[in-house]
């Protein structure tokens, strides 16, 4: 069982940095990715990262976020840069060992995820 831990959240000023980690036990090999939900709106992929190395990102993050992973340590990462207050949100890690995908814009969608974190709390301020 694949069981998903998020950390790294809290709060910072417009235009500081915050970096995000996940650890996932039993998790062998497969997707990971980085979603977010604010109060009152739907949760949104951020950045995905497919078994291949393969990266995608949100619109609305590119250019400011990354997203890595230590494959040997089940670890994934989100170093995001130049915050803005709309980035506010809680994050959600997710993971799958599903290894194959159609298309990269996959890892975006949270339907494609079978393992979810608890989320942790990020917020930007003015």
């Known amino acids: 069982q694949v069981q998903v831990v998020e950390s790294g959240g809290g709060s910072v000023q417009s235009g500081g940095s915050l970096r995000l980690s996940c650890v996932a036990s039993?998790?062998?090999?497969?997707?990971m990715g980085w979603f977010r939900q604010a109060p009152g709106n739907q949760r949104e992929g951020v950045a995905g990262?497919?078994?291949?190395?393969?990266?995608i990102y949100a619109d609305s993050v590119k250019g400011r976020f990354i997203i890595s992973r230590d494959n040997a340590m089940n670890t994934l990462y989100l170093e995001m840069n130049d915050l803005k207050p709309e980035d506010t949100a809680t994050y959600y890690c997710?993971?799958?060992?599903?290894?194959?995908?159609?298309?990269?814009?996959?890892?975006?969608?949270?339907?494609?995820?079978?393992?979810w974190g608890q989320g942790t709390q990020v917020t930007v301020s003015s």
């Open positions: 990262i497919g078994n291949d190395g393969r990266t």
């Open positions: 997710a993971a799958d060992q599903r290894r194959q995908y159609i298309f990269l814009s996959d890892l975006l969608a949270t339907w494609r995820f079978g393992n």
């Open positions: 039993g998790f062998t090999a497969g997707c």
